[in-house]
């Protein structure tokens, strides 16, 4: 999103910890008034958030301004709980009050697969994408990677097994465990 808005004014959504990272990049981010006209809105993960940033980020949305959000899915499996993803529901509140969508740059992003496929050097088809959520196998399928889904997050036998064809996952394991003994049968110990 910084190269692309390289020269751009941002109205940032999300924690202090999202904020700085995007200011690392050295963009200008806004705060205040000066956020209502930003040129690029972008909505990351927050423990809490004011009503005048969202209030900002929708102006700015609504007079025009892109619109990204890190995450698109609605929840998130941490461990064997589940829990709303903030970003997703920021997000859709701003795009409820525009009318407009935001281009969701984390999972399941191509985008995101693309960039991480490059920062490892491998090419998109080459990369296996592990995870616990059906984002990681859309994940996969937009990049022509190999998706695992592992059934220990927010997905069950049921749900995998129920899933038409083009968004099964293309190996389905009990745990994390299955996958490294998987890996260790095809490449031994790595």
Request: proline share 3%; with cysteine; hydrophobic share 50%.
């Amino acid at each position: 999103i910084a190269r692309l808005h390289r020269v751009e004014t941002f109205s940032v959504v999300g924690s202090p910890a999202f904020a700085d990272t995007v200011r690392s990049y050295g963009v200008d981010v806004a705060v205040g008034e000066r956020a209502r006209s930003a040129s690029v809105v972008a909505v990351g993960d927050a423990v809490e958030f004011r009503t005048a940033d969202l209030d900002a980020a929708a102006l700015a949305v609504d007079a025009g301004a892109a619109f990204y959000s890190t995450v698109g899915q609605r929840w998130f499996h941490g461990g064997m709980q589940k829990g709303i993803t903030s970003s997703a529901l920021i997000a859709a509140g701003i795009a409820w009050t525009t009318g407009v969508q935001p281009e969701v740059t984390g999972k399941p992003s191509r985008e995101l697969g693309l960039a991480l496929a490059a920062r490892m050097g491998v090419a998109p088809e080459d990369v296996v994408v592990v995870g616990d959520a059906l984002a990681e196998v859309e994940l996969a399928r937009a990049i022509g990677g190999t998706s695992c889904l592992v059934l220990t997050g927010g997905v069950n036998r049921a749900t995998a097994d129920a899933l038409p064809a083009e968004r099964r996952p293309d190996a389905v394991f009990e745990d994390i465990g299955g996958v490294l003994a998987r890996t260790r049968a095809e490449l031994g110990d790595v």
